[in-house]
């Protein structure tokens, strides 16, 4: 198989036969421009909408495929017929509205994170709605065949505890905490994540699970979740920031995460703050992680307040604690230095802040903005928000569920009429 | 008229009954999905293909618009006919092909580019071809309606030198070397371009010319011009960095120039260096352009080597003389350091570097090189390439030509059969 520049693609290893990918079976028969190709080019044009966004109002699918209200509303009927849709009355801009999705009964989907400390796995419906959902913590210096051995073990369970089939797995979106080079299909350094240099996730996983499995970084699935249905929903240009352990970030770019030539794009935690700052775990000097990230807020605090966990910093600056609130203020600081050169570059017109520090409120938000306000162009900076994330600890999650919906095999069963 | 996000149209002012837009026609006429549609729509798709890549071989035409060989084959011929299109025999990847564009006798073009220091303006035929180029040089502080006086003056001349008129005029791309914010239809901020600031740029100077005015920062059209038919063709995720006496960048994103949520992206020549650096006109400390911006150089080498002009600094760092080559190079270090943070964000696989200074060749490039190396993690900076601008001082005014071509109107002719 050529590598496709998109990325993440596995085939199916099921029976190709009975389980045809729509967009294939279209890229087979249709001759684009010719009357006989339209029926099935608008229903593939369709599932995939559905699939893209994980739902939409129905007015919106006329919107996102360019077809006329009354084809949209014939096809829709016809796949919801068929079992391949489903509909949910709805209201959308104060108007009532049907909300598409895939039919619930398609199969199931699974949602991984590997975060900097934890492993979570969740399993949700063909809607996305989540059926079960565990996690567990995870050795900063685990091995990628170990975490996914526990991946596969942990979703066989759930899998069944829900009575159902791994086979039922239509797709795995799976997240990790670094830069994922799409043209390789590793993680981009070995650096930047320990134990997991030159393992190739999806096809590793994949045949663990007998399921195709999607990989991304995680910062790109927790902005994927808040544009899809959190704080970024709607809006063509934003960046989502996760600010934690690690400093992650994910664009959207004219309303779709933007992952770059291979894939590793949003790299914020690696911007140069201080040309002659500390040596950062990737290599580099004075990176914002080096001023922003758990582990320095953690040294700072270490001689004043003794050994806290990032929870504790936060929960301190909350209850008033000066010195945990200086240190999130300083954090916050940092990173409005590279949000303001983020914004002179991308012009987004929202910023979403997530990432356990978050947690802060304004204590972190008050600095971030005030930093932008300073540094960047005011033409950057004038119309610009800078809100919390809303999906909070679950946007990465959401995200991978909704990376696995997004690229889900769906069968083309064999009562459409064509 | 309803703000357009989009940007720069206006409203062409003759007669609307006979120059119909063919964007507009169609939207009326169009029940998407039907097949008596079909045809005007496919015919607009072509039109609008070939004006928005200024001209394409035919097979990717077929590529760009979705459309098959044949159905693109059909419609070229009927558009050659009607004298909207021409064709022009070319090779593409050693076979033979037809390169198509608009038709020469459509109608002429102009492209008009501010710079920091002179004004110039040029008139093309609809293929892109210039017919007539001129220069004069410009005060810093001129004031906005003296320069769009001198333009319209220009214009007129050299349009009747073509022995034309100005109605002929389709469309005119006018660059600017500030900020240009789409929601306002101003230069977004004074300070960045004194004597500009409220101006409505494209209102004023198509009232005064009569043909609709498209407006854009002069880095984003350096960048439209080398995406066309310089350095960054077919590169799908690029950057065009242009260093002379300002410092501006134009982003490629997925194949199109990005230009934010207002217009204002691309800001690289205020991206902060240094948090404590030297007070920027931007009103920001330590910018980019504070240390690589042509003030800067000469106010460097002004004890060593007194008053010089870039120029002069270009040609003796090109000579051997190490003071002017230590300027360069150092410019080319602080050019590195917010270019490795622009590759940590956007992971574009080529940067392209214009502008003045670009002439110094690899006395800039090798120090913009080998600190993009040090800087920018090696998933971002290692399949990259830096190389120099091919279109070098006319970057700016072909992408105002081809800016002028994509949005020019287009006369649907009578004798095209509906």
Redesign the interface.
């Known amino acids: 198989m050529a590598p496709r520049p998109s990325g993440f693609s596995l085939l199916h290893p099921t029976d190709a036969a009975t389980t045809a990918r729509v967009k294939d079976v279209n890229a087979k028969r249709a001759?684009?421009?010719?009357?006989t190709s339209?029926r099935e080019s608008?229903r593939a044009r369709i599932i995939e909408a559905v699939k893209h966004h994980g739902g939409l109002a129905q007015v919106e699918l006329a919107g996102s495929t360019?077809?006329?209200p009354a084809?949209v509303s014939n096809i829709v009927k016809e796949l919801v017929a068929a079992g391949i849709l489903q509909t949910t009355p709805s209201t959308r801009s104060g108007r009532r509205s049907q909300y598409v999705t895939l039919a619930r009964n398609v199969g199931l989907v699974a949602g991984v994170h590997f975060g900097a400390r934890h492993l979570r796995v969740a399993v949700a419906d063909a809607t996305g709605q989540v059926l079960a959902d565990q996690r567990m913590p995870l050795g900063t210096d685990h091995r990628a065949d170990a975490g996914l051995d526990r991946v596969a073990l942990l979703l066989a369970d759930m899998v069944e505890s829900l009575d159902a089939t791994l086979p039922e797995l239509l797709a795995v979106g799976l997240g990790v905490p670094a830069?994922f080079?799409t043209?390789t299909g590793h993680v981009?350094?070995s650096s930047?994540l320990r134990g997991w240099g030159g393992v190739e996730i999806a096809r590793v996983t994949s045949k663990r699970l007998g399921a195709p499995v999607f990989v991304d970084n995680d910062a790109n699935l927790g902005a994927l979740a808040e544009l899809r249905q959190g704080a970024a929903k709607d809006v063509?240009?934003a960046a989502y920031v996760s600010v934690s352990h690690r400093i992650g970030?994910g664009?959207i770019?004219?309303g779709e995460v933007?992952?770059?030539?291979?894939?590793?794009?949003?790299?914020?935690g690696?911007?140069?703050i201080d040309?002659d700052g500390p040596i950062c775990r990737?290599?580099?000097r004075g990176c914002l992680e080096t001023f922003a990230g758990a582990q320095h807020l953690l040294e700072l605090l270490r001689v004043s307040h003794g050994a806290l966990t990032l929870r504790d910093v936060i929960r301190l600056a909350l209850e008033g604690d000066a010195g945990c609130r200086r240190v999130v203020a300083d954090a916050g600081r940092a990173v409005g230095?590279a949000l303001?050169?983020?914004c002179?570059?991308?012009?987004?017109?929202r910023v979403v802040v997530g990432g356990e520090l978050a947690r802060a409120g304004d204590i972190l938000l008050d600095p971030i903005r005030e930093t932008v306000g300073?540094?960047?162009?005011?033409?950057?900076s004038?119309?610009l928000e800078i809100v919390p994330a809303e999906l909070q600890g679950e946007a990465e999650i959401l995200g991978a569920i909704a990376l696995a919906i997004e690229h889900a095999t769906v069968n083309v069963m064999a009562n459409v009429p064509s």
């Open positions: 001759t684009p421009g010719s009357q339209l608008n360019g077809l006329s084809t830069p080079d043209s981009s350094s930047m063509a240009q970030s664009l770019i004219n933007y992952r770059g030539s291979i894939g590793t794009a949003g790299e914020l690696h911007v140069t040309e990737c290599g580099n230095i303001a050169n983020l002179n570059l991308l012009n987004p017109s300073r540094s960047a162009l005011p033409a950057a004038g119309a």
